[in-house]
């Protein structure tokens, strides 16, 4: 099953634009290389797809690329891909491609997911806009910033790379997104991703109508952090979210030692036996979350 998502930031590549606006500028060549490349729409490609297109050798290719990457009209992502840049960006770099594919892009051929707050913007759960695109990965990769995007890559053990799935981003692009559930579980368990349990909380309220709660608490079980466990049964109990029987599963996964409802919150506040937590966001501040 794929998801499809309302994402708005694409830019869609225009083929009669680039016919009619880079002849002048890249030369017959070049202007014949991007027309190719939108009509296969193809905003990120590779040295071996433009060989193919120009006809030319490898080395051939690869220094035509580096020549148009000096000149601005393309960036290189690294890994032999290139990233094409809007003919009417002027002096600053705009990419015809959408943010996320270029983080695809960026990570090659290993398993990924976008996760943390960028999936919590992508499945409309948050409510500030972010600039940053968070991707988990157990490749290990440098943070680094394309297009002016700073793009942040968490390293995740193989047996956590689970609960994601396909979500088109254009008529011709999807990325791997992690799905609603994964996401506020992945937000419980490192807050500092997504500033803050309050923000997760809000994530929680937005999509509480179409959450699975089932699969809430079999996620929870599954990633095995007893940290996210009380925090999701605390938050799901406090907002009276999910039914008696999936707050009991969760409590029955519990131990007995204490953890902050946020880490990156100073440790004082009430402890709650139940959930084993120590409350350190105060409860009118959830509540008003749930006004909100």
Known sequence: MFYVYNITEFVIFDTQNIMTTYPKTLGRENSRLFTALASLGR??????????ISGKN????QQALLRLTKAGWLVSLGAGKYAIVL???GDDAVPAANRLVIARELIGDVPYYISHDSALEIHNMLTRPITTVTISTPRRLKSRTVFNVPYRFITTQPKHMWGYTPVWTSAEDQVQVSDPERTILDGLARPDLCAGVSEVATGLLIRKDDLDWKKLAEYAQR???QAVVKR???????????????LSRLQGQIGPSYA???????KSGQFLSRWRLQLNIDTETLKGIAST
Do not use: H, M, R, W
């Not at 905003?43 to 193919?52: D, G």
């Not at 490898?58 to 290719?61: F, K």
């Not at 999701?232 to 999936?246: C, Q, R, V």
């Open 58 to 61: 490898y080395p051939a290719t």
């Open 87 to 89: 003919p009417s960006a």
């Open 43 to 52: 905003t990120v490609f590779s040295i071996e797809e433009a060989q193919k």
């Open 223 to 225: 990633l095995g952090s």
């Open 260 to 266: 902050l409802l946020d880490p990156l919150l100073p």
């Open 232 to 246: 999701l049964g605390y938050l799901l109990d406090f907002y009276s979210l999910a039914p008696s029987e999936i």
